[in-house]
């Protein structure tokens, strides 16, 4: 039942409102990589990496499956750690709490849209034959050569002329006196072009939207909390929050039509980077410092205007998340019967985090996303080559697909909601007798799972159809399904584990799936190397794998049949022991 006070619901309002144009405007950029990439390979980035081939008949032609297979290397870098980082990010957030994580977390956007906004490809072209030539002359001391690289602009460039003065001048002087000077020479010539290597923008991409990535979850993973104050529609916000999280992809096609009215993807990311001081004031203003408790209290504030409500209630309501929360029940239903209040009781003691991550919900769950992220994740990556391939390297048409995909992707914040709905639907309504919420929701659950596998299966078998127009069709169910599969999967999280847990088992899930979503650049690289750029065999190995999604909610289903048949052979409860009891 949903509690707060009339002058606290302006706050919470607003909290959430703020929370969803967080996660839509910047949480998720990365994901929106394809559109991105249709404007960097403009701007000629890894254009070094095509080369002129010929067919066998005898024409020639541009391979460009080099910088393809960058991109996509950047791509998996970024997808990788936004996923393997969850899990020192969820327990930085189940230890330190909500304003520690998400300044956290704005520096590494910031830091991620500043390196973009202050670096440029422009000069790359025509400088890197004049950097080629410039090689140390000296032994190198490490154990690699130095990276052959451009610089980014003509600031950068008389900046590093300017050190590599100071650096020579400075080793020639240690050289003359002698003894540490020998040692040292080689040292700072070496450092100074690893200097240099640095500031190659090729490079920088691969800093960059891993700090996005990496960034952006964290703002997600500390918005999911704002569900609590909604405990009625919880499941619903949750998800809601993951479909502004996929919609936020759409923003690098926003980028992409700018750039087309001659805007730079330079002033578009510093304004991205401007934007950070709204996510700092949103953290002081309208969040926590420390966690949102489930159901919290009528008088639950937070924000530096409540700052001595905060104070107070911080040592109440961290008890109340640690423990009452922890079995995912801070409050008895005053609509339940008689029997589940006095299960409720009784509830037994928070598993530990332990047994939680050796359960097979967490095994089934975890190969469920894995699966599911893994396919998602080649088909984003691939999506530009595959483009190409089907249209023929029209550059118009591949131009319009991308649109096409990036505008599909709006649509995640208004598909994810429905999953919310099936996961909330039986909220309000009379449970079985002796039913515990937690086996209520569930119950819910099981048709939320089954449905986002489904939709994959669907996703993937119209991907692997090498047909251009039906491409439209595989967009739709791309982003229906991604939207379904990441709020449900943190609405699962929510509900068959302990709150206590939640970051912690949030971020080992999403660490997990990582590394077996690493297997999609290795996917590439078969496609490019060994079935001439096709990945009809990959997408069909693919599609095969999806199907053992479906034991997920198969499992759980047997799970709810199984405490059903355990309730309806319990002796029935004296009621009045459990009247005695509340006198």
């Known amino acids: 039942m949903q509690r707060c006070g009339g002058g606290n619901k302006i706050l919470y309002g607003l909290t959430l409102a703020t929370g969803i144009a967080e996660c839509l405007g910047f949480a998720g950029l990365v994901f929106g990589f394809a559109s ?6 403009q701007d000629g980035y890894f254009s070094q990496m095509c080369v002129n081939a010929t067919a066998a008949n005898n ?17 998996t870098i970024a997808s990788f750690l936004i996923a393997f980082l969850s899990l020192p990010n969820g327990y930085l957030f189940d230890r330190f709490g909500t304003m520690v994580t998400r300044l956290l977390g704005i520096s590494l956007y910031a830091i991620g849209t500043l390196i973009m906004a202050f670096s440029s490809a422009g000069r790359m072209q025509t400088l890197v034959q004049k950097q080629k030539t410039r090689k140390p002359t000296v032994p190198s001391p490490f154990p690699f050569k130095p990276i052959e690289i451009s610089y980014c602009t003509v600031h950068i ?12 001048s400075k080793s020639r002087s240690l050289y003359r006196g002698g003894g540490l000077g020998v040692t040292m020479l080689p040292v700072f010539t070496h450092l100074y072009f690893l200097f240099h290597s640095l ?33 009625a529609h919880r499941s619903t916000i949750i998800t809601i929050y993951n479909g502004a999280f996929d919609s936020s992809s759409s923003v690098f096609l926003i980028v992409k039509v700018l750039y087309e009215q001659n805007i730079s993807i330079q002033t578009s990311f510093l304004v991205l980077s401007f934007c950070s001081i709204i996510h ?65 009781i009784s509830e037994e003691k928070v598993p530990s985090f332990r047994s939680c991550v050796q359960s097979w919900f967490f095994l089934w769950h975890l190969l ?10 080649l088909f984003i990556g691939t999506l530009n080559p595959t483009l190409n391939r089907l249209a023929n390297n029209d550059p118009a048409l591949v131009s319009q697909f991308t649109n096409a995909f990036a505008i599909t992707q709006l649509c995640g914040i208004l598909c994810a909601p429905w999953n919310g709905v099936l996961l909330d639907r039986h909220k309000g309504k009379p449970r079985a007798p002796g039913e515990t919420e937690r086996e209520a929701d569930l119950r819910s659950a099981v048709v939320s799972l089954f449905v986002t596998a489904l939709q994959c299966l669907l996703f993937s078998v119209c991907a692997t159809v090498p047909v251009l127009p039906l491409q439209y069709l595989t967009f739709v169910l791309q982003v229906l399904n991604r939207s379904f599969l990441y709020g449900g999967h943190a609405a699962f999280i929510s509900i068959a ?3 206590c847990h939640f970051g912690k088992l949030y971020g080992t899930v999403m660490s997990l799936s990582a590394l077996i979503s690493l297997l999609q650049y290795p996917c590439f690289t078969l496609v490019k190397n060994s079935l001439n750029g096709d990945p009809f065999y990959v997408d069909i190995a693919l599609t095969f794998l999806v199907l053992l999604v479906f034991i997920h909610p198969l499992n759980v289903f047997l799970h709810c049949r199984r405490m059903s048949r355990e309730r309806q052979k319990r002796p029935p409860v004296n009621l009045g022991l459990l009247t005695e009891a509340k006198t």
């Open 36 to 41: 991105l990439v249709f404007v960097l390979k």
């Open 497 to 499: 584990f302990p709150a």
């Open 59 to 75: 024409t020639s032609y541009t391979d460009c499956s080099g910088q393809d297979e960058h991109f996509s290397l950047v791509f």
């Open 199 to 231: 500031l190659a923008y090729s490079l920088l991409l691969f800093v960059a939207f891993p700090c996005l990535a990496v960034g952006g979850i964290i703002l997600l993973l500390t918005n999911m909390q704002i569900g609590n104050l909604f405990s």
């Open 280 to 344: 700092l004031l949103r953290t002081f203003l309208l969040m926590p410092r420390t966690h949102i408790p489930y159901s919290p209290p009528s008088d639950y504030s937070y924000g530096l205007r409540f700052g001595k409500s905060d104070a107070r209630d911080k040592e109440e309501t961290e008890k109340m998340r640690q423990v009452a929360t922890a079995t995912g029940l801070a409050e008895l239903d005053e609509n339940a019967d008689a029997q589940g209040q006095l299960e409720n």
């Open 157 to 168: 460039e008389q900046l590093s002329n300017y050190l590599h003065n100071v650096v020579t």
């Open 368 to 377: 469920w996303l894995s699966l599911m992220q893994l396919r998602h994740y």
